[in-house]
Every structure is written in C-alpha cells, then in structure tokens.
C-alpha cells in the first residue's frame, strides 16, 4: 500500500502583510465611525475593539493609545478626500484658470461630509483635548497646499515680486479664502452654496486674491 505522505502541523505565525492592513483598516474604520458619531471623549478603546471585533491587546499591539489612533483616523480621512494622483492639480492655461480649478478641488474635499465632520468634531472638542488639534495640524495637507500655491505664484507671477514670505502669506489667505464662509455655511451657519454658487465664489476668490497680491509690495 502507498505510504500516506505525513500530515505537517502549521504553527500559527504573525499575520500576512496583506491581512495586517485590513485589520488596521478594519480598526480604522470601526475608530472613524465613532469618533465622528459619538465624539472623542465618549469613544473607549474597548468600544472601538468590540466594534472592530478584536481584543483591546490586539488594538495595542497596533496603536499605543486613543490619541495615536485619532491620528491616524485624522491621517485616513484626509486621504481619502484627496483628489486622486491621477487628477492633475494645476491644470489651466492661465493663473486665473489654476486657481479656479485648484479652489475647486479644495472646495470639494473641505466640504465633503467626512471633512466636516471633523471640523466638527475638532471644534466641539478641542478645549478639552488640545491633542485632537495637534494631530490635524501635523497631518500636513495644509502646509502642502501652501507650498504648492507659493510656487505657483513664484512661476506665474513674477511681475508682482512677492519675497518667500509674502507668497506664503498670499496662500494662506487664499486657503482661507476659498474654505471658510462655505465651510461655515454647509455647517449650519447660513444655507449651504449650491454648485453654481460655489462655482461664481472660487471665480470671485481668485480675482480678489490676484488683486491683492498684486498689491502686496506696494
């Protein structure tokens, strides 16, 4: 009779790359859900882990407390609000153009529900966990776009000879600009900007903008 080839035990291992990251982002997702609905304070780590469905040491083997996993939730949404790789950024064939199409694009990610609802979570509760502030703050997505718009300024408008520190002056304000009268209004604090609205206030934005940088030196 054939000899039976024998049967070797597997040892159980540390998870594949692949089946890490989807429980990462299982945890992600479970953590995003209730920090968005429930708020900061109310959310435990053990709330997280049962919604999730793992033990509270398989979270810690992931993340060393809430405030390193609010982080990453922070990290995780602004991603996905991004436009993709693939869209380009400063398409136009003039600097008017860039910059109506770039507030566009910032108008569509700062307004998304996701994005405001951190906004809103960040407001409602920054006094009393200042660490919520810290992990938006360092996630960067702001300092990019300031950099990207001082280049920009740099290549296209050179008449107006804007030093590095007025051009980044210029793009904060222009950050400022484009999000925050339609931020505040898709929030409650007025009626919320239709698309054509929203269309005609990146138009008035950027010439506005254009305006005072122009102006700036003088």
Known sequence: MPRKAATVARRPGRPSRADALLLRERILEAATDLFL????????????????GISKRTFYDRFDDKAALFAAVVHR????????????????????????????LILGAALSPSALALHRLVNAEAVRFP???????????????????SELLERQLPEAKLDSADRRFAAEQFLFLVIALPQRRAMGFGAPMSPAELDAWARQVVRLFLNGCRGLRE
């Open 77 to 104: 949404i602004i991603e996905h609000i991004r436009p993709p790789a693939s869209v380009p950024l400063l398409a136009g064939s003039s600097l008017p153009e860039i910059l109506v199409r770039l507030a566009g």
């Open 37 to 52: 609905l429930e708020g900061y304070g109310s959310t435990s780590i053990e709330a997280v882990s049962t919604r999730a």
């Open 131 to 149: 660490e919520l502030v810290k992990a938006v703050n360092s996630e960067g997505a702001t300092r990019e776009g300031i950099a990207l718009i």
